[in-house]
């Protein structure tokens, strides 16, 4: 069964500050997404990672994926209020004819201005 | 324009009761899901269509059962519902199978479902 595993579980900062969430697994991905997801409403897609060690940036947040593909980051720099919100990382891997998708179970993240 | 919606938006009700949730995506998109989320925000894959077949069942309990009538659609019935059904469920869609590249998941805003 695969599995993913997001740390810290919970995160409480304050504005200005920096910041790395951790999604690891012992299986490989054929790509690893991150999301966030704020109350009330569905996950929306940040980034997809595709090749090992591709690094990715949005804006103020970096993405990285393990050479080996089995784990991400996400780097925040100088956190802000609206960062504040739950970040999921998904794992998807191949299967015969369709990528099967699993969530890892999320780092909540608050960012206090 | 909402790309991906469900309705309602929260559904209460009493155990052993039979509940429907409707979803639509207006984004031409050939592929469907219904995921649960349940109360530690734990995400998980029930259904996945692609243009109104079934292509993932994730040993979901036969109550649950999820109906397409064409690609835009895909709802959610589910039968004598019970306390561990509580949860927000969420219908998500994508263009194609293949999510390893440049697809991505759009989801709704979920619907909360509480069972007294």
């Known amino acids: 069964t695969q599995l993913l595993e997001q740390s810290p579980q919970f995160l409480s900062i304050q504005e200005g500050e920096n910041l790395t969430v951790y999604c690891n697994s012992s299986?490989?991905?054929?790509?690893l997404q991150w999301y966030r997801q704020e109350p009330g409403e569905g996950p929306v897609l940040l980034v997809t990672?595709?090749?090992?060690?591709e690094v990715k940036k949005l804006k103020r947040l970096t993405f990285q994926f393990g050479d080996a593909r089995k784990d991400s980051s996400l780097h925040i720099t100088a956190a802000q209020p609206g960062d504040t919100g739950l970040y999921l990382c998904?794992?998807?891997?191949?299967?015969?004819?369709?990528?099967?998708?699993?969530f890892g179970p999320g780092t909540s993240l608050s960012v206090i201005p | 324009d909402t790309a991906v919606s469900q309705t309602p938006k929260y559904l209460v009700t009493q155990m052993g009761n039979d509940k429907s949730i409707k979803c639509e995506q207006n984004?031409?998109?050939?592929?469907m899901y219904w995921y649960k989320q349940d109360s530690k925000k734990f995400l998980k894959i029930m259904f996945s269509?692609?243009?109104?077949?079934?292509?993932i069942n994730e040993t979901v309990p036969n109550r649950f059962s999820p109906k397409s009538p064409d690609k835009a659609h895909l709802n959610l019935h589910i039968n004598s519902l019970e306390l561990g059904d509580s949860a927000v469920y969420f219908c998500?869609?994508?263009?194609?199978?293949?999510?390893?590249?440049?697809?991505?998941?759009?989801f709704g805003s979920g619907t909360q479902l509480s069972v007294l």
């Open positions: 984004l031409g998109h050939d592929t």
């Open positions: 998500a869609s994508s263009q194609a199978l293949d999510t390893a590249t440049n697809e991505k998941l759009f």
């Open positions: 269509y692609n243009n109104k077949e079934l292509i």
């Open positions: 299986s490989v991905f054929s790509s």
């Open positions: 998904a794992g998807a891997s191949l299967q015969t004819s369709y990528d099967k998708v699993i």
């Open positions: 990672v595709v090749t090992g060690g």
